[in-house]
């Protein structure tokens, strides 16, 4: 036995020893750089190869092929076992599938909003927007609003200190839209508005609409009745009936509500629908030559309609809420519904 073979097998066991009670990596690291590693021990044994006599050469190859193969074993086994111990005594089954987070979505009433203008948009309309904070112009004046008009009180619209508001309802997005597009119009404008309400089940001092508007030539009151008719099919089935108010707005003439017969209770009466087997889901009507007239459209040329829904009050029905403060309390074990 030469030098060379000597200092394998001694090298061997003192690094196999040192694996063998390694309680880390850093350890397995360690041994591979002094041994294995590019100015370690073999790669040094090797280079004196050439020192050997030649009778001996094939012995001394041999068992550094055999050392070097031992370290490489021991550093494996001691890697499984670092493993397979840390896992083991934290508790840990590895071959479980992982634990899914929890995943947020869209709120409700964001879902909803999303599906009515897909369903509109279906039907020809296009998405457009507008600010939540307005002037009295855009919300009242152009809409044809009388100055002693009570929605224009305090008590009912939010006033800042320089005279803009909260805007009271989404009519005023028809005003911009008409302002700087002229005719053929067909939008749909959907987002947040703000009154002075007591909250209750079916009151909020913030809630959201979906504008509707469309001009054209000979626009009528069945194309008005047509659209609202297939967007209840769509968005409530073929059961849904359908009813039309006379009503007053200012800025349509002729004006109506329109109400979706209640699918929590089939329309026999519940607090939802306050035991009227209806619920009020749309203001629509005509747009009011006043109204176009203020916009520079020629109101002998142009017709048009327009309507507002609620669509917390659709969320309503489509969800059988009853009471939409649910909405905005953000307890999960409500959101997480749907
Ligand atoms: N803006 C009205 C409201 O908030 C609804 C409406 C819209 C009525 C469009 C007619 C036309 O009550």
Request: net charge negative.
């Amino acid at each position: 036995m030469n030098k060379v073979i000597e200092a394998i097998e001694q090298a061997v066991k003192a690094a196999e020893e040192r694996l063998a009670s390694a309680a880390d990596a850093s350890v397995l690291e360690a041994v591979r750089i002094e041994y294995l590693g590019r100015n370690g021990l073999f790669p040094a044994l090797s280079r004196q190869m050439g020192t050997i006599p030649a009778d001996e050469r094939r012995e001394t190859g041999a068992a550094f092929n055999a050392g070097r193969g031992k370290i490489e074993a021991a550093m494996d086994a001691a890697a499984q076992r670092l493993q397979g111990g840390v896992a083991e005594s934290a508790g840990i089954d590895l071959s479980l599938p992982g634990r899914k987070l929890p995943r947020g979505h869209k709120h409700p009433i964001s879902q909803l909003a999303d599906e009515c203008v897909s369903i509109f948009r279906r039907m020809g309309f296009i998405a457009v927007d507008g600010p939540e904070i307005e002037d009295v112009r855009h919300n009242f004046d152009a809409l044809n609003t009388p100055q002693d008009h009570p929605s224009r009180d305090p008590q009912d619209t939010f006033y800042f200190p320089d005279g803009r508001i909260l805007r009271s309802q989404t009519s005023p997005v028809q005003i911009r839209v008409m302002e700087s597009h002229q005719p053929p119009i067909r939008i749909v404008a959907p987002g947040r508005v703000f009154r002075r309400d007591t909250p209750d089940a079916t009151h909020g001092m913030n809630f959201h609409q979906i504008e509707g508007l469309s001009v054209d030539k000979d626009v009528s009151m069945a194309d008005l009745k047509s659209v609202l008719q297939s967007f209840a099919r769509e968005m409530f089935g073929e059961k849904v009936r359908i009813r039309l108010r006379p009503h007053f707005f200012p800025f349509t003439e002729p004006s109506v509500e329109y109400d979706f017969s209640c699918v929590v209770c089939g329309g026999k009466g519940c607090s939802v629908c306050k035991n009227s087997g209806w619920i009020e889901i749309a203001g629509a009507g005509m747009v009011d030559p006043a109204v176009f007239a203020n916009v520079g459209y020629d109101p002998e040329k142009w017709t048009g309609y327009a309507f507002g829904m609620g669509i917390e009050r659709l969320a309503m029905l489509r969800y059988r809420i009853p009471d939409l403060r649910l909405l905005y309390e953000n307890d999960v074990r409500f959101l997480e519904q749907f």
